[in-house]
């Protein structure tokens, strides 16, 4: 657990690189960055951002690439103590209105990320290009930490139920107390993992919690960040076998690609150590098939914006237990606690489903300006995942489904409700239902069933192009399917189960 006496986050980071700082942080092409220029940077760009007006509970807007710099960005808005905002790629017009909203101070860009719709959603907020900061002038102040524990460390933005991007605080408080960022406390896992990144993988966006949270123990273990860069050929399994990596975190597409591509061509990915598995569904039968192929490397991760990591699957737990434990997503990380609760908020007992309750140190403080939600997630120090499911007799926790329509593709989280608003607002579609299935290479997949207005042919494409202009490409359904009327389950709700049952989905 986090002692409440220790220095703020990120002040363990910070301790970790000067022990080191002749050894390798950050591999870049032939570009090598060690701990001690690491830690230069960041340095150098607080001093930049103070001098820009930023400092305890001013917000910061950060849209980059995956850089060196993009990450001492990173640390030095949260030195500093601001709010940091991480600004995901994909975002339409109107999604990055709401997330550069009124209180965003600044936006940090680099050349890579910055287009003009972000610019135009910036409104009044100053925009600082990353490379005219790492020109300035060195003011030569000493890094220190600013941070106050109760201010917001980072707002992370996830798809919200009504189609706008919702925010999750984070308070430093919390970060600092998260499992990752806390070397001195790490549970056997951690550690094994961190030891196991000590050539770690690192894509995506540096906007996702996820890989923030997993990045941290390969820089807090002494290892490497390797930035790859692309040659054409997937990551997995070429990216792996081309840089020698140890670990990597890896969406469930990318596995299975990995999976499907070994089987017929085969690459060198013997070096592998640790490969965690997160963001959406796996089934237990691709699960042990990495298993099988990979060896004892493969972990799968459960967990949400809201709440962190929640639970792990390690490689034992897949190789010395019984076949269904593979249907599971793990034990409680340390300092984690799940409750199983019915309609009524009893705890039920070991075996029966329910919804899944979570507590922790580092769960967010709520929903950036949105209070009502708040208070309907956060219940008396726990967090509604309005995940369904079952802890079992050994601890393992079991998902079942969902109390909400929400949709798991390609590690993001996907709402129903504003797929179906949109479909239903064109003059082709008098009804939309949308659901989500099990798909191997996106987690889970949408589905769509629209009922025709009368006299109108559906454009399938323009009914997917406006999806994708209003909720971005991972809400596009990847079938739209026309029916004569929705099936009504017995307590006159729409049947979607039914519905995507009888076209075989």
Not at 43 to 71: H, K, M, N, Q, W
Not at 212 to 227: D, K, N, P, Q
Request: proline share 9%; aromatic share 6%.
């Amino acid at each position: 657990m986090h002692d409440p006496a220790e220095p703020p986050f990120p002040h363990a980071l910070f301790q970790a690189l000067r022990q080191a700082p002749g050894s390798p942080v950050f591999e870049q092409g032939t570009r090598i960055v060690t701990r001690g220029e690491l830690l230069e940077t960041v340095r150098r760009l607080a001093g930049a951002l103070r001098d820009a007006g930023l400092g305890p509970g001013r917000g910061i807007a950060i849209r980059t690439a995956v850089s060196p710099e993009a990450f001492a960005a990173h640390m030095a808005a949260h030195a500093l103590g601001c709010r940091v905002v991480g600004v995901r790629p994909g975002y339409t017009a109107g999604q990055l209105a709401h997330v550069l909203g009124p209180r965003i101070d600044a936006v940090l860009v680099d050349a890579q990320a910055v287009t003009p719709e972000l610019l135009r959603a910036a409104g009044p907020a100053t925009v600082l290009p990353l490379d005219e900061l790492l020109a300035r002038p060195d003011g030569g102040r000493p890094l220190t930490v600013a941070a106050r524990p109760d201010d917001v460390a980072a707002l992370t933005f996830t798809s919200g139920s009504t189609g706008r991007p919702k925010g999750c605080a984070i308070t430093y408080r919390a970060l600092g107390a998260h499992w990752s960022w806390q070397p001195h406390a790490w549970s056997p896992v951690a550690a094994e993992l961190a030891a196991g990144f000590e050539r770690y993988l690192l894509f995506g966006t540096l906007a996702s919690m996820v890989v923030m949270e997993f990045l941290a123990l390969c820089l807090l273990g002494g290892g490497t960040a390797v930035i790859p860069e692309e040659d054409g050929r997937p990551l997995f399994p070429y990216g792996i076998e081309r840089h020698g990596i140890t670990g990597s975190i890896v969406t469930v597409p990318r596995l299975c690609q990995m999976l499907d591509l070994l089987r017929d061509e085969p690459a060198d990915v013997g070096r592998l150590r640790a490969l965690m598995v997160s963001g959406s569904p796996i089934s237990p039968h691709r699960l042990a098939e990495a298993a099988g192929r990979l060896g004892p490397v493969v972990y799968q991760g459960y967990g949400q914006t809201e709440a962190g990591s929640i639970s792990m699957l390690t490689p034992a737990d897949i190789a010395g237990c019984p076949p269904r434990v593979l249907a599971s997503v793990g034990r409680p990380h340390p300092g984690v606690e799940i409750g199983v609760r019915d309609e009524t908020g009893r705890a039920v007992p070991p075996g029966e489903t329910g919804e899944i309750h979570v507590r922790s140190p580092y769960l967010m403080a709520g929903y950036w300006d949105d209070p009502a939600e708040t208070r309907d997630t956060l219940r008396d120090g726990w967090l509604r995942t309005r995940d369904l499911g079952r802890l079992d007799e050994a601890g393992f926790l079991h998902l079942v489904g969902r109390t909400r329509d929400v949709i798991m593709v390609n590690a993001m989280v996907v709402y129903a409700g504003p797929i179906e608003r949109a479909l239903a607002g064109h003059p082709d579609v008098a009804e939309a239902y949308v659901a989500g299935a099990p798909d191997e290479r996106t987690g889970e997949a949408v589905h769509a069933f629209v009922v025709l207005a009368a006299g109108r042919t559906p454009d399938r494409a323009a009914l997917a192009a406006l999806v994708r202009a209003e909720l971005g490409a991972d809400s596009v359904p990847q079938t739209i399917t026309v029916v004569p009327g929705v099936p009504v389950a017995a307590s006159g709700k729409p049947d979607k189960r039914a519905l995507l049952a009888r076209h075989g989905l």
